[in-house]
């Protein structure tokens, strides 16, 4: 298969490419700025917010999977919530008018979306029939509804194109282990290492996670399966709390003492790192509903076997088998 995906250069975009490189297909980037060469993987320049060049790249490939979007993991000033919608709608805008206008369009579009969708929960898990799109939450910081409304417009953007002769699939995905440098592991493991793995406000709320096999075998699943379209979740079948989490990636990595952290702790080391406490603090109770009814079967559904590959994986060289 030809697969096209705009803004693959980042995390999950290097992640995937060089998964579905591997694999034999023809993998084309969509890029802003100059990228560093992968085996098997062409870049293209395009500038997310209008038509060029790249639209060819488009017309008469199999696959458009779009991860295009400024990354959450900053400050959420107005500006960088600006920039986070911006970044998203525009190129899932342009990314269906390449679609709409391509004589040879493609047959499957995967959208890039984010379990964050979800309302904060420590109740019932969420999946795409039973979850609450950002409902009340009374109990959390107001501008935290800023994330649900950007994954709002990011959907309906794709929802709303016309392109009626290629199937759409929103992926509502979870947050991805991966050894890859840059992700959420890589920083987790470094605060475990450093001794601050602990619970972060009580450690309650819920991780949502899927490992990085899982997620490229679940692309691939979803190109196949022509049945489905719409949202699907991503994310292993098992969230669990953040503490248990945290304490089962403790030990993984041989580390006997993970120091706690209150809630203001996590928003002093939020801002010394330039993050938001959201992405600590949410509780993302989210369950792949519609993969498991189609039949897909996580390699790693639970979270101490995946923490045992991923520690493995990330002490060894990036590439090596």
């Not at 269906?96 to 929960?121: D, E, F, K, N």
Request: hydrophobic residues 40%; proline residues 7%.
């Amino acid at each position: 298969m030809k697969v096209v995906v705009p803004g693959g250069t980042g995390h999950l975009g290097r992640v995937l490419s060089r998964a579905l490189a591997g694999q034999g297909h023809e993998v084309v980037v969509l890029t802003r700025r100059e990228a560093r060469p992968e085996p098997g993987v062409r870049h293209v320049h395009w500038d997310g917010r209008g038509p060029g060049a790249w639209t060819a790249e488009v017309d008469g490939s199999d696959v458009v999977l779009n991860l295009a979007g400024r990354s959450v993991n900053c400050r959420y000033t107005r500006a960088n919530l600006r920039e986070m919608l911006n970044s998203r709608v525009d190129s899932a805008r342009v990314v269906g008018g390449a679609i709409a206008r391509a004589a040879r369009p493609p047959r499957v579009w995967l959208q890039m979306s984010t379990a964050t969708i979800y309302a904060h929960t420590f109740a019932a898990p969420h999946d795409e029939t039973t979850g609450v799109l950002g409902g009340d939450e009374r109990e959390v910081p107001a501008y935290w509804a800023y994330s649900v409304g950007i994954a709002k417009a990011w959907e309906r953007e794709q929802r709303e194109a016309a392109t009626p002769d290629t199937r759409k699939v929103a992926l509502r995905t979870a947050m991805v282990m991966s050894p890859e440098p840059g992700g959420a592991l890589a920083m987790l493991l470094r605060l475990t290492r450093l001794g601050l793995g602990g619970p972060v406000a009580g450690g309650g709320q819920y991780m949502s996670w899927i490992h990085e096999d899982d997620l490229v075998r679940a692309i691939t699943f979803l190109i196949a399966h022509d049945e489905l379209s719409g949202p699907v979740n991503l994310a292993a079948p098992e969230p669990l709390p953040y503490a248990s989490f945290l304490r089962t990636l403790r030990a993984a990595a041989g580390i006997p003492v993970g120091l706690p952290a209150t809630r203001w702790m996590a928003e002093l080391g939020a801002f010394v790192l330039r993050s938001d406490t959201e992405l600590l603090l949410k509780s993302r109770r989210v369950v792949p509903g519609r993969l498991r009814e189609a039949g897909f079967e996580f390699t790693y559904p639970e979270w101490p076997a995946a923490a045992e590959d991923l520690v493995r994986r990330s002490r060894r060289p990036l590439n090596t088998p």
